[in-house]
Every structure is written in C-alpha cells, then in structure tokens.
C-alpha cells in the first residue's frame, strides 16, 4: 500500500511561469505518481484529490482539520508561496496539531526577515525538518538546531533541452519573436522590479550585446517595479518581453548567453530556475554567485561563468571569444535525481 502524503500550498493553476509555481507543480506530478496524495491549496485546479480551500491566514480552519485527520496522512508537506516567513513557521504548527503523528516537512526556497521577536519564537514551533535551496536559510536553521537538508530543485528536460538543429532551428525563433538574427542575444528572465539588479545590464547593452529581459506574467502586486525602471531599461534599447509565453524554452534557445544579476538575498529563490532552465537548454550562462548554484552546479564543466555585474562586460567578451567547446554538457540530470532522491528519503 502506497504511503499517504499530504501537500500543501498556496496555488496549483497555471501558468507556470516563475520558480515557485514551477516547483511546487513538478512536486505534485511526482507525489501523485508515486504515493496516495492529497492536496490543500488555495487555488488550483480541478482533480479528484485537490482540496481548494479559502481559510483563515494561519490555517486555523475546520475544513482543513477534516480533511487531514479523515486522509491520517503518513506525512505532510507544507511549501509555502512567501517561503520562510513568520507566518509560514505558525500555519506548519497549526497543521502539527491537526496530525500529530504524521511526519512533517517545511519545503521554503529563500529566507524571509525576522524580527527579533520572531526568530526567538521560532525556537518554540520550529519545523521537524526543514528543506531549502538557499545557504543563508539553511544557515538560520542550524543556528535553531532544526534538522534540515540543502535541496537542489528541479528542471523539466523534457521541455527545457538544446535545440536539434541549432543555426536554423535559432533563426526560425528569433523570426517567431522578432528578435534580430545577426545579434549576440544575451538573456534574462525574472519579475522586472528593482531587487533584480537590471540596471546591471545596461553596460552590456552599450558594449553592443543585445539584452533581451522576459519578465513573469504572474509577478504578485508587491514584486512589480516601478514603471520607470521599465522605461530605463527600454530607452538603452534593451528588449523586454512582459507577456505571457507560453513556450518559453524557446527564449533560452534562442539565446547565446544568458545572465542572471540578482545579488539581494530575497530577491529570488534560493537556487534561481532560470539557471537552471538555462543550461538544460544548453545555453552558457554568467552569474552573480548567488544561493546554492556554485555549490550545486560548480561551473557545469565550464559553461557558467561566476563574477560581480561590473565584470559582465568582459565574462561576455570572454565567453564570445572563447565560446565553451560543449555548451550542452550539464550536471541538471544529476540534480533532478538528487532533489527526488532526498524528498522520497524524507517520506
């Protein structure tokens, strides 16, 4: 008989266009696979054991204590959209005492500030154990000897994947979205607000290189930038595309390089998708060193490049003089059997 897994979260509905929504999706499509699942969202989609429920901020809910001691699940998974904030650690507590004998596990993907309060409220409904990307929150967690585990997250390569036949296929996508064909594309992908550092970008866009920025149709209300960073950026000239697409993979594969220049702890999860996306494409990459992607990733046999936004310049110069020889070779595979590896171990 298949073990009993209760997850819960925020939102389960496409589209699925920004790391958190990716990651919690993925999770469901391999919980449901493999054991007896149930699930607690706020919004989501239609299925049998998919549980919409509108409660109260803490989960303090009669609905939810229902379902969960009916289901007696084996465990629960809470991931939380707003990852480790105070509120998360109180609602993981809440759904404690609705099954106390179920094993519990705090899924969060960047840590979130504390006050001083908090953090010594946290000692006293602390998770079970806890699983996250992101060193600093790690960090936090063995300061509160709660037991926890670095966990890589996971990248559909079955989407995500080089292109077969790479000058023509590339030529056809840049025609699809109007991107010139002659340019050196260099890409990003994330909310347009000013956490992302993307001002960091312009300098490339001077040097000559084309900057092509794919923000997230979903970006909650409190991530959007302000209107004029939009404006700054497009008045140097560089692309952004802020409509839904539906096939995204086809931006990376038609990309050269792609970037990622956030250096503000909060400003993205723990170990940025967009990476990730990026390399299962085979496209190289140049990055701030940011969360768990060195210690995850390393440099992917020689196809990321870690440096500060004032060397973007020259790792770009660098990286079109000295194109890597194997740009496709990548270690995702490796990290899709490490995150499923240790969520099954737990369970």
């Keep these: 008989m298949a073990k009993k897994v209760l997850l819960v979260t925020e939102n389960l509905k496409s589209p699925y266009d920004e790391g958190i ?3 919690v ?5 391999e919980l449901d696979t493999h054991y007896e699942l149930k699930v607690i969202c706020r919004e989501g989609f239609k299925k049998y054991n998919i549980h919409i429920i509108q409660s109260n901020k803490i989960f303090l809910s009669k609905a939810i204590k229902k379902i969960i001691q009916n289901f007696r699940p084996d465990s629960i998974i809470y991931f939380p959209f707003q990852s480790a904030t105070f509120a998360s650690y109180l609602r993981l507590f809440i759904l404690r005492w609705y099954a106390k004998k179920s094993k519990k596990i705090f899924i969060a993907l960047q840590p979130k500030p504390l006050k001083k309060l ?3 409220a946290v000692n006293f409904i602390k998770p079970p154990l806890g699983l996250t990307p992101s060193p600093m929150l790690k960090e936090f967690w063995d300061k509160k000897h709660i037991k926890n585990k670095l966990l890589p997250l996971l990248t559909d390569t079955n989407i995500f994947k080089p292109l077969s036949d790479q000058n023509q296929a590339k030529k056809e996508l840049r025609k699809k979205y109007n991107i010139p064909y002659s340019d050196f594309i260099i890409s990003h992908m994330g909310h347009l607000n000013e956490g992302r550092n993307l001002k960091s ?3 490339l866009q001077k040097a000559g290189y084309q900057v092509l920025i794919v923000g997230s149709s979903s970006t909650p209300a409190d991530s959007k930038g302000p209107e004029s960073l939009k404006k700054a950026l497009k008045k140097e000239g560089i692309i952004i595309l802020d409509n839904y697409i539906k096939n995204i993979e086809e931006i990376y594969q038609l990309s050269d390089i792609y970037i990622f220049p956030v250096e503000a702890e909060n400003s993205s999860i723990g170990m940025p998708l967009s990476v990730l996306e990026a390399r299962a494409c085979g496209i190289p990459v140049i990055s701030t060193d940011y ?8 440099d992917d046999h020689g196809n990321i490049l870690y440096t500060k936004p004032e060397e973007f310049v020259n790792s770009a110069n660098k990286l079109t003089t000295s194109y890597p020889e194997n740009p496709t070779k990548t270690k995702i595979q490796d990290l899709n ?5 240790i969520i099954h171990e737990q369970l």
Excluded: A, D, E
Aim: aromatic content about 18%.
């Design 291 to 298: 969360g768990s992607l060195k210690h995850f990733l390393g």
């Design 337 to 341: 059997k490490q995150f499923y590896q």
């Design 201 to 203: 970008l312009i300098p």
């Design 21 to 23: 929504k990716k990651t």
């Design 118 to 120: 908090q953090k010594l």
């Design 25 to 29: 999706f993925n999770l469901f499509v």
